[in-house]
């Protein structure tokens, strides 16, 4: 199964053997799903057949970013009205590791040398509009600590406002303040 995320909604690609949407049908569910932005659930026989027709679909961004630790601390950026983790683009040439610590370390003012990736975790997609072409945004997240002693700043030219490090009582209070992929990894590696 795979889900993709368009702000709150969600299309989620299911295997099937009984009940199959054709190719056709797919992509007037990924057209509908981009442009209205409502659940839909996509069943196929074959995940990885039905994952190539959203990707054909779609102009591909590739983002990395972190899920950083502090003691029993979390790191949180706040982003337009949503409290998230910092990620950002891949720059060609960089390992996808190098990005999410590139990235973590530009958008909380963190020194970069004081973070260190402890594992991989799931990658998370997201569907947004370039120019009124869909756009599929490829996040490959990991776990990382952080051994500095300084709190992080935002990045205000990226719209960030605050940086904040939150309890997992304080993550489970402020669940509905963030987006729904988000929720998603919290509850599977940290909640």
Not at 34 to 54: G, L, R, T
Not at 55 to 62: G, L, M, S, T, Y
Not at 67 to 94: C, M, Q, V
Request: hydrophobic share 40%; proline share 4%.
């Amino acid at each position: 199964m795979r889900k993709i995320f368009n702000n709150t909604a969600q299309l989620i690609l299911k295997p099937s053997q009984s009940k199959k949407h054709t190719i056709p049908q797919l992509q007037r569910i990924v057209q509908q799903f981009f442009s209205k932005k409502q659940d839909a659930i996509v069943m196929h026989h074959n995940i990885d057949e039905a994952w190539h027709v959203v990707q054909a679909e779609c102009i591909p961004v590739i983002a990395a970013g972190g899920l950083i630790k502090r003691h029993s601390t979390y790191l949180f950026i706040y982003r337009n009205g949503f409290w998230d983790l910092p990620k950002g683009k891949h720059d060609a040439g960089e390992r996808i590791f190098e990005t999410a610590i590139r990235e973590c370390s530009e958008e909380c003012a963190l020194s970069a040398s004081k973070l260190k990736i402890l594992k991989p975790l799931d990658c998370t997609y997201h569907l947004y509009s370039l120019k009124k072409r869909p756009v599929l945004k490829t996040t490959f997240w990991f776990i990382m600590h952080y051994s500095g002693k300084t709190n992080g700043k935002p990045q205000i030219s990226e719209g960030i406002t605050k940086v904040k490090w939150f309890t997992k009582t304080q993550i489970k209070a402020r669940l509905h303040e963030m987006y729904p992929s988000v929720q998603e990894l919290l509850k599977a590696f940290v909640l």
